[in-house]
């Protein structure tokens, strides 16, 4: 029998997929796999205080810092229709045991669930209804609070509160309008500080501060729509003034599905750079799970009769040098192997980039049955844990077939039924559809399960808390004073001739109406000033950490304080990565610092002829650029913020092309 080269069939389902990387994709790639994507968009609130209890927010704690520790445990309810949640059945399963880490400047009685919410904090609502006009968007004429469902322990009353604001707005993209479905105003959840085994630790520093939460209609059609849209959602809330930066301060969850697909929901994209990858890897994630689907249908008779077989490992294997097998033993745990009959190949099979169907089971047993990376081994591993001997010692064991695959998991005895239960509910769900899942962002672009997605009786009302009536001339009073819609900024960036690549900084930082004090009380260059911000401070921004809270209108400040001193404004350039390491420092030092020295521009251009005498004693070349260049390199110490630079360098090719005659 040809032995199972697994490389060899990872290849090969990797071109069943149709697999190809982002860069080589294109539209007609992504309507061939029937692409479809929503954006979830959260941002917080910067509010003084809580949405439904007075402790300030955004106050952060240490993770290793608090005053109380406080233990719960989540346990399933049934609903009004007499049924459970799958995600609460989930979490129960997993046995946690949920620590909050409490800071009292930061956590009351209510965030703790030992007392009833505050009235909803206006300041919040405020904000919540002008982000969601600049969505264009209706405003609903009452508040009605209600409970979404939270399980996973991130917020301790087991559901998060929240309310519709608006509904069925719209923003544009650069080739069509995405459609809004709601805006929300909502509490955020936990921090997480760790989850290991059966334990996960939260800080409640984060817990209720008030955010918004931002749905679009599944109408992006490639990754890089939905990038676009997360980056027009974000410029629109930040024009406000209202919300909160910085890391943490804006997360988006991202729906995806394919045709024959389901919608699969990836929780927690921080940066909003990562979605085309993410998106793209989740489409063909999804593909390759309906090829394994089809596989299986074509192998498998009566899919209702398939059943695992699991065995403890019962002979030798204190040779053995796997340091997770090795270590599992020493603690008392059970080696469990398992017979998937006729999925020979199927655990190889290539889902996303350095990922497989395994990774699929290996991803569950961790989130359900608590069992910590690596958890497994199995038949088509491409660094086998088991020699021959013990191969076929546990093929004797299973009594496995040609065309089966095994695994070999280890796990407390306490954990064994949970693991074999996930096992063949996976696999089971192969034969059936790409499960409904939430699933966790990584940094390489791949996601890992998070939980399966709630059912529909999610949200329920909210027995605490009255609706809240939203007056007509309240809402016009709000509508008044809305900031300058985002077309109109675009508008005006275009009319001020700033380059498109600085547009996203720009907006993202909300640096629009400064650029306009800017403009017209200091009357410098619009084109000069937008790539000041949209070049060399993004650039430097990306090399230097200013300083937390950074303030934008020392630019301001450091352009007047040029103008005032008759000094060019070339040499802002130099001055604005040490302002952003020390915004405390005056700008009179920073010259100093730049030892930056007063010449008259007569004095600047008498110098170019001796230099252009001294370029042609020592480099014989006929090439007016190079002497351009080297006269302009030596001059330039001393004319920067003495005489704007291209004035110098268009006196310098005249000067030159005339021969060196003045």
């Known amino acids: 029998m040809k032995k199972f080269d697994p490389t060899r069939n990872n290849k090969s389902t990797m071109k069943k997929v149709g697999y190809k990387s982002r860069s080589k994709s294109n539209r007609k790639d992504y309507e061939k796999l029937g692409f479809k994507s929503g954006l979830e968009v959260h941002q917080q609130l910067a509010t003084k205080e809580k949405l439904f209890c007075h402790c300030p927010a955004g106050i952060y704690q240490d993770l290793h810092d608090f005053d109380a520790e406080l233990i719960r ?57 002008e982000i969601s006009l600049l969505l264009q968007q209706n405003i609903v ?113 991202v729906n995806v599905s394919i045709e024959g697909g389901t ?17 793209h890897n989740e489409a063909f994630r999804q593909k390759g799970l309906l090829e394994i689907k089809k596989e299986l249908l074509l192998r498998i008779n ?44 199927i655990l190889s099979h290539f889902l996303q980039p ?26 088509e591993d491409m660094n086998p844990v088991f020699n021959e001997d013990m191969l076929k010692k546990r093929s004797r064991l299973l009594n496995s077939g040609e065309n089966d695959a095994q695994i070999v998991f280890w796990a407390h005895e306490s954990d064994v039924a949970t693991a074999m239960e996930t096992i063949e509910e996976r696999c089971r769900l192969a034969f059936e559809e790409v499960p409904n899942e939430t699933r966790k962002a990584l940094t390489d672009g791949t996601t890992i399960f998070e939980r399966v997605l709630p059912g529909a009786d999610r949200m329920y009302p909210d027995t605490d808390s009255a609706p809240i009536p939203i007056e007509d001339e309240y809402i016009d ?29 720009i907006l993202k930082k909300n640096l629009m109406p400064l650029m306009e004090n800017i403009i017209k009380d200091l009357k410098v260059d619009s084109k000069w000033l937008g790539t000041l911000f949209g070049h060399k401070m993004k650039f430097i921004e990306g090399r230097i950490i200013p300083s937390v809270g950074f303030d934008y209108n020392l630019i301001y400040s450091m352009i007047n304080f040029l103008q005032i001193q008759k000094i060019e404004l070339d040499i802002a350039e130099k001055m604005l990565p040490i302002i952003c390491l020390n915004p405390q420092m005056e ?41 351009e260049k080297w006269i302009m390199g030596n001059l330039r110490p001393i004319a920067l913020g003495n005489i704007p630079l291209r004035e110098l360098n268009d006196f310098v090719l005249k000067f030159l092309a005339n021969g060196g005659v003045k």
């Open 73 to 129: 445990h989540m346990r399933p309810t049934l609903s009004e229709m007499g049924t459970y949640d799958g995600t609460a059945l989930m979490e129960f399963r997993t046995r946690k045991n949920i620590t909050y880490r409490i800071k009292n400047e930061t956590t009351c009685t209510y965030d703790v669930d030992d007392t009833p919410p505050f009235p909803i904090n206006r300041e919040a609502l405020k904000y919540a209804i």
């Open 263 to 279: 919608r699969v929901e990836i929780k927690g994209v921080s940066h909003l750079s990562w979605i085309p990858e993410l998106t």
């Open 141 to 253: 004429g009452e508040l009605h609070i209600t409970r979404k469902q939270y399980l996973d322990g991130s917020i301790p009353t087991g559901f998060q509160r929240t309310a519709i604001v608006g509904i069925e707005g719209e923003i544009p993209l650069k080739e069509k309008n995405i459609r809004i479905i709601q805006l929300s105003i909502e509490e955020d959840a936990c921090r997480e500080v760790s989850d290991i085994a059966h334990s996960r630790i939260y800080t409640t520093d984060r817990l209720g501060i008030p955010l918004i939460e931002t749905v679009t209609y599944p109408e992006m059609l490639t990754p890089d729509e939905v990038m676009e849209a997360g980056q027009v959602i974000r410029f629109i809330n930040r024009s406000s003034g209202k919300v909160r930066t910085g890391i943490g301060a804006g997360r988006q969850d």
């Open 302 to 345: 009566d899919t209702d009769e398939w059943k695992p077989n699991f065995k403890m490992i019962n002979f030798d294997i204190s040779d053995i040098e796997y340091e997770p097998i090795k270590k599992a033993m020493d603690n008392g745990w059970q080696l469990v192997a398992c017979n998937l009959p006729n999925f020979k190949g």
């Open 354 to 379: 350095g990922k497989t169907f395994a990774d699929e089971l290996e991803g569950r047993l961790k989130v359900i049955a608590c069992l910590e990376k690596p958890n497994m081994v199995h038949s």
């Open 477 to 505: 009073s709000i509508r008044n004073l809305l900031p300058v819609n985002l077309s109109e900024r675009l508008r005006q960036l275009q009319k001020w001739q700033i380059p498109s690549d600085c547009y996203v900084y």
């Open 587 to 627: 700008f009179e030092s920073i010259l100093n610092s730049l030892e930056y020295e007063k010449y008259k521009k007569e004095v600047i251009l008498k110098n170019v002829s001796s230099l252009q005498n001294m370029f042609t004693k020592i480099n014989h070349s006929k090439n007016p650029q190079a002497a």
